[in-house]
Each structure stands twice: as C-alpha cells, then as structure tokens.
T-cell receptor, first 115, second 118 residues
Framework: AQSVAQPEDQVNVAEGNPLTVKCTYSVSGNPYLFWYVQYPNRGLQFLLKYITGDNLVKGSYGFEAEFNKSQTSFHLKKPSALVSDSALYFCAVRDSSGSARQLTFGSGTQLTVLP | DGGITQSPKYLFRKEGQNVTLSCEQNLNHDAMYWYRQDPGQGLRLIYYSQIVNDFQKGDIAEGYSVSREKKESFPLTVTSAQKNPTAFYLC?????????????????FGPGTRLTVT
C-alpha cells in the first residue's frame, strides 16, 4: 500500500523568510512524488515532481523540493516567501512497483505568508 | 485550470435529489478522475476512467455513479444514497497511467464544483 503524510495542517511564515512544507511517504517500491497548490475555490495546480535523478527538484514559482530516500521525505521549500504563496499545498505519491493504481494525496497544508 | 471545465461552480440541492456534475476536457487525455475534497481530509478518489465506456471505483464510490460515453466528458452523478454529499468536487485528467511513463501520473485539474445539499 502507498500512503503520504503531511504532518502540519498549518504553516505560518513571514514574507521574505524561507518556507518549508513537510511531506513523508510510504511505498513498497520507488516513489513518484508530486506537489500541487490550490488557491481558494480553485482546482489544483501542478508545482513539481520527482521521478528519478537529482534529489533537488525545481518547479514553478521558485519552489523546489528535496527527495530524501533514507528519511522517506519530499519537503517543499522556497528561499523567500511571498504573500501570494499563501495557499493550500498537497503532496501526492505513486508507488512505481505497480501495487497501486492511482495517486494518493496527503491531507494538505495551509500555508499563510504574513506581510 | 488548463483545458478542463467543470460546471456549475456552485450547486445547491435539496436532500433526496440526484444531481449531476459536469466535467469536460479538451486535452485529448484518455484518463479522467473524480475526487471529493473535504476540509482536513485532502482528496479522495471517487471514480476514474482510462478509456471510453469503461470506469473503475475509487476509494469512496458508494452513492456516486459516472458514465464515459465520450473521451472529452466524464459526468458524475451524486445520488440520494450518498449520505454526506456536501463537498467540493474536483475533476482531473491525464494521459493513461503507465508504469514505464512516470509523467503519465501528472494530473490536470478543473476548477471544481462546490455542492451544497440541504
């Protein structure tokens, strides 16, 4: 079975400070990992993905994520937060072993960037 | 929101009525999905379809039904059997997921429909 956890329901950070949104996963094989962002009353927008290769993945809007196999984590980061980054962020995983059919999403983390 | 449209944006129904949510895509994707989003629970998969005239149940299919008569369209019916239908419903699409093609797991989402049943 595959699963993903986002341990923080809410993250607050001051504008200009670095931000981190945490994600851990559990899979049988190798993971395919994704981050999506959702603005109020909108659908999800793709930010970035890790499939293979470099552990540091760069995505849209200055976001990046670091894949750590030993810690089974895929934390989302940004060096300098903007107020416009305030949104709901979802991590998702798919096990490459084929034991699961679709993506599994985390419960989401509400990021608030304070001016 | 790409090439996926969902209508209406807001929908209100009385308890006991069936209601159908529309989802259309012009991305030429074979696979389409319906998710339900509730506060603090993330996205839960209701149904998905990888080809016309075929679909599979997701994790929470009870009280829902779908059809896939055209590649572009994947309507979801919330029936009166669904005990807690009030939620935000999201439709998504992708190319058909294949293990050897990791990018096929990247899904594109519509803007969502907020259903309120009273």
């Amino acid at each position: 079975a595959q699963s993903v956890a986002q341990p923080e329901d809410q993250v607050n950070v001051a504008e200009g400070n670095p931000l981190t949104v945490k994600c851990t996963y559990s899979v049988s094989g190798n993971p395919y990992l994704f981050w999506y962002v959702q603005y109020p009353n909108r659908g999800l927008q793709f930010l970035l993905k890790y499939i293979t290769g470099d552990n540091l993945v760069k995505g849209s809007y200055g976001f990046e994520a670091e894949f750590n196999k030993s810690q089974t984590s895929f934390h989302l980061k940004k060096p300098s937060a903007l107020v416009s980054d305030s949104a709901l962020y979802f991590c998702a995983v798919r096990d490459s072993s084929g034991s699961a059919r679709q993506l599994t999403f985390g419960s989401g983390t509400q990021l608030t960037v304070l001016p | 929101d790409g090439g996926i449209t969902q209508s209406p944006k807001y929908l209100f129904r009385k308890e006991g009525q069936n209601v159908t949510l529309s989802c259309e895509q012009n991305l030429n994707h074979d696979a389409m999905y319906w998710y339900r989003q509730d506060p603090g629970q993330g996205l839960r998969l209701i149904y998905y379809s990888q080809i016309v005239n075929d679909f599979q149940k997701g994790d929470i299919a009870e009280g829902y039904s779908v059809s896939r008569e055209k590649k572009e369209s994947f309507p979801l019916t919330v029936t009166s059997a669904q005990k807690n239908p009030t939620a935000f419903y999201l439709c998504a699409s992708s190319i058909v997921p294949r293990l050897a093609e990791p990018r096929s797991y990247e899904q594109y989402f519509g803007p969502g429909t907020r259903l309120t049943v009273t």
